[in-house]
């Protein structure tokens, strides 16, 4: 919603502003279809030679994170302490049945119970990996934590392909747009013997083109870059607490502390006050006795 607003204030504010200044659309409006094509159509073809058939997709599909925001609510937290809680509990009480959670998560009770973290794929594999190596004695937290490090900059850096990509394109509208106003230009000099009225319409066109690139780099897939950057960081936190979580379990604190800490390493809005989750904690031991 956030998003739908941010676009119609851009456009209210811009073309309003034009309108009260006294000026025409009607120069505006015969001019935008061809310098759209020749902007937008030369825009595009930069952006499918410079990406794969994969990074364009991904693109594509992270453009709609712009108007609904973070995968992970403030609930979602909360389930994914809840879950981690549990799995630890029964690693130290039944080593043989947490290997039934871990090894098909997608068959676990347990897992089950938190379907939209079950239906993150990375989000399970790095519990799963993580908990199947500490069982296979690969324990230190020190060389644990940095391989988690590594295996999250990795996604992470992939993640980001999508901002990395559109703000490429955002960088590159305004020289687009200036391409398209010099070819207006040379269309105005081969009409240089009209009257003065007919020149200032193909002046005013040509610079249709020059405007749209700047406009269409700074007020919307700039924006639409930057924002697709704030969503994916502040999703990696999921994640971040999921490292926290297990190598705080590493150092063999208890299972509440493990908990606690990952409750304080998350973000401050998605933070679930401590008797909140306190009372979810101890709904999973009622549960388990």
């Not at 811009?14 to 759209?36: C, D, H, Q, R, T």
């Not at 030679?49 to 979602?76: E, L, M, R």
């Not at 790095?126 to 230190?140: K, V």
Request: charged share 20%; net charge negative.
């Amino acid at each position: 919603m956030i998003g739908i607003i941010g676009i119609v204030t851009i456009f209210g504010m811009v073309f309003g502003g034009y309108l009260l200044a006294g000026g025409k659309m009607s120069i505006i409006l015969k001019s935008l279809p061809f310098e759209m094509i020749m902007i937008g159509g030369a825009a595009v073809g930069a952006f499918l030679i410079s990406n794969d058939s994969a990074a364009i997709k991904h693109t594509i599909k992270d453009i709609g994170k712009v108007f609904k925001g973070p995968k992970w609510k403030p609930q979602d937290y909360t389930d994914l302490l809840c879950l981690l809680f549990a799995l630890i509990r029964i690693a130290r009480q039944n080593p043989i049945e947490v290997e039934q959670h871990i090894e098909d998560p997608d068959s676990s009770s347990l897992f089950s119970k938190y379907p939209k973290i079950l239906a993150d794929q990375e989000a399970v594999n790095l519990i799963c990996d993580t908990m199947r190596s500490a069982s296979m004695n690969y324990d230190d937290p020190h060389q644990v934590e940095e391989v988690l490090d590594k295996r999250m900059d990795v996604n992470l850096h992939h993640a980001l392909h999508s901002s990395h990509a559109l703000q490429t394109v955002a960088d590159g509208l305004p020289a687009l747009g200036i391409v398209a106003a010099v070819l207006g230009v040379i269309k105005t000099m081969g009409s240089i013997d009209q009257p003065p009225e007919v020149l200032g319409k193909l002046i005013g066109g040509a610079l249709v083109g020059t405007f749209l690139g700047v406009f269409l780099a700074y007020g919307l897939v700039g924006p639409f870059a930057a924002k697709v950057k704030t969503v994916v960081e502040e999703d990696s936190h999921f994640y971040l607490l999921i490292r926290e979580v297990l190598i705080a379990n590493l150092h063999n604190h208890a299972a509440a502390i493990c908990i606690e800490v990952g409750r304080q390493n998350t973000p401050a809005h998605c933070r679930p006050k401590f008797s909140e989750l306190e009372e979810a904690l101890k709904a999973i031991k009622q549960d388990a006795a």
